[in-house]
């Protein structure tokens, strides 16, 4: 209920500021599970990929979203609950497998899940290498998975910034549903999963017209924070 109550508040706010653009709704599916696996630009996504289509999309965030405290903590836990998301662990491991669980459990309730492959933001407005729990996830549920792919979010909002700019008109693109059903029963084959995640990004390079890396956007950004501070220090030193 609250997801509608926010949607119905920041979306004619969104809606007449930005004007966003949306092409090929039509493929979500009216009803029944549905995975929506988009590319991940910026926070702003959140606010812009479920906004023009009428299922309520769920998704997997970060524990740590919900446990902050005072008052920045409280409005944080609205603001997620207010899109949808369910918090899990991602530390990895029996953590993982938890997440993949509450997916599995979302998708046989007949929800939509929204899901970021990458697993974080894109630190340059590339997409980056997808982690293979969407593929286990489209294989366990057999739901047809849609390519989610957001245009210009990062452009008008990237990493550190706090208020998205104007004059930057966001877009979502939703591809035809992929169909895995050759692969089924064989969720368990890491190659596999390779395989269904790099068709799913593949889908998603197509759609959003973005440079593909063939790395993790994580170690991307560990890579580019890294070379940040080795090019400060040596300015220091001149």
């Known amino acids: 209920m609250f997801y509608w109550v926010v949607k119905a508040i920041l979306g004619p706010m969104l809606l007449a ?6 092409e090929g709704a039509e493929n979500v599916p009216r009803q029944g599970p549905a995975i929506l696996a988009g590319n991940h630009l910026s926070f702003a996504d959140h606010f812009f990929g479920p906004l023009q289509i009428r299922r309520k999309v769920i ?3 970060k524990a740590d979203y919900f446990t902050g405290r005072g008052i920045k903590g409280f409005f944080t836990r609205l603001f997620f609950s207010g899109v949808g998301t ?3 662990d991602r530390s990895g491991g ?7 669980r509450t997916g599995l459990r979302i ?11 990458e ?10 290498k997808g982690k293979t729990g969407v593929a286990r996830l489209a294989l366990e549920s057999r739901a047809p998975v849609i390519p989610w792919a957001m245009v210009n979010t990062y452009e ?4 550190g910034r706090p208020l998205p700019k104007l004059g930057i008109r966001p877009g979502v693109r939703f591809g035809k549903p992929l169909d895995f059903s050759r692969y089924y029963g064989m969720e368990d084959d890491r190659l596999v999963l390779r395989a269904v995640t790099d068709e799913i990004m593949y889908a998603l ?3 959003s017209g973005q440079e593909y890396v063939d790395k993790y956007a994580a170690s991307a950004r560990v890579e580019m924070e890294r070379a940040a501070r080795a090019a400060a220090a040596a300015a220091a030193k001149n």
């Open 86 to 88: 369910v918090p899990i």
């Open 107 to 117: 998708l046989r309730e007949g929800n939509v899940l929204g899901i970021y492959p």
């Open 17 to 22: 500021v930005f004007r966003p653009w949306t």
């Open 205 to 207: 390079m197509e759609l």
């Open 156 to 159: 008008m909002m990237p990493p």
């Open 94 to 100: 029996k953590a993982s497998e938890a997440a993949l």
């Open 119 to 128: 697993g974080t933001r894109s630190p340059d407005g590339r997409l980056y």
């Open 59 to 61: 998704s997997l965030g």
